[in-house]
Structure formats: structure tokens, C-alpha cells
């Protein structure tokens, strides 16, 4: 049986908000190491100030000089169905920018989350091709967790 990490917080908005603060923990240790500079890139709110709790994305950052994005979907945890999923894709903002962007598709355990880790450090300090980035996921996938 796995274990996951902050149960419940699609339903609980304190458990929410403390899920939020662990992934924005990581990502500014994860890319303090680089040295690199970042900040959030798709909403959360509808900018009247009511967040959308609904974990698409849990938490999502952007690093300019990489032109590279991390966006993190965080589902609902079930026993059944597959706990962790990455992939690499294109996208545009609003204001025209185009960015590549690895999308992490997880239910938070332990080992979901160094999983998470790895592959963003993978992405953000590693000087991966797109191509590179993309066997790197499928070696990944090959993984049992």
C-alpha cells in the first residue's frame, strides 16, 4: 500500500496550501543550485484572488534564460492506475513566448516525489537536448514504482 503525501488535499484547502509550499520548496533549492532565477507562469487564481484547487497544476515555474518550464498536474490518490507520468511539450503564453515544458503527471508518495526530483533537475541543470529529455523519460518509465 502506498503512502501518500498530503492526502486529502483536493478537499482540504490547508493541506492544499501546505502540498503548494513543498513543491515551491523544492523548485527554489532544485534551481538555487544553478543559480537560476524563476517564477510561476500558469495561473492558479482566476485574479480576483479565488485559487482553483483543483491541482492542474499543483505548481508550475518558468526559467527565462533556459527557455524551459516545469509544470507538476497532481491527481488524486488511487490505488489503482499510474502513479507518475512526464513528458516534454511545447507551449506558447499569452504573450507569445514559446517554451518547452516538462508536464509531470504524479500522485504524491516518497517515491513519486524524487522521481519528480530527478527528472526536474534532469531538465533544469542538466544541458539535456529536447531529444536527450525525452529518452531520459522513457528510461524513467521503465521504472517500477
Known amino acids: 500500500m502506498n503512502k501518500y503525501l498530503y492526502n486529502n488535499f483536493l478537499e482540504d484547502k490547508t493541506v492544499y496550501k501546505e502540498n503548494v509550499a513543498f513543491w515551491d520548496k523544492i523548485a527554489k533549492n532544485l534551481l ?3 543559480n537560476y532565477t524563476f517564477e510561476e507562469y500558469i495561473a492558479t487564481d482566476d ?3 479565488n485559487v482553483f484547487y483543483d491541482g492542474n497544476p499543483i ?3 518558468m526559467i527565462d534564460s533556459l527557455n524551459k518550464a516545469v509544470k507538476i ?5 488511487e490505488e489503482s492506475g499510474n502513479r507518475f507520468a512526464a513528458f516534454i511539450n511545447a507551449t506558447e ?6 517554451l518547452d515544458e516538462l508536464v509531470i503527471n504524479i500522485q504524491l508518495t516518497r517515491e513519486t516525489a524524487l522521481l519528480a526530483i530527478n527528472i526536474m533537475q ?8 529536447k531529444q536527450q529529455m525525452k529518452q531520459y523519460i522513457q528510461d524513467f518509465a521503465k521504472l517500477e514504482i
Open 93 to 98: 503564453l499569452p504573450s507569445g513566448k514559446k
Open 122 to 129: 534532469a531538465w533544469t541543470l542538466s544541458n539535456l537536448t
Open 47 to 49: 485574479g480576483y484572488g
Open 59 to 61: 505548481y508550475s515555474f
Open 73 to 77: 498536474v497532481q491527481e488524486e490518490p
Open 32 to 34: 538555487q543550485i544553478g
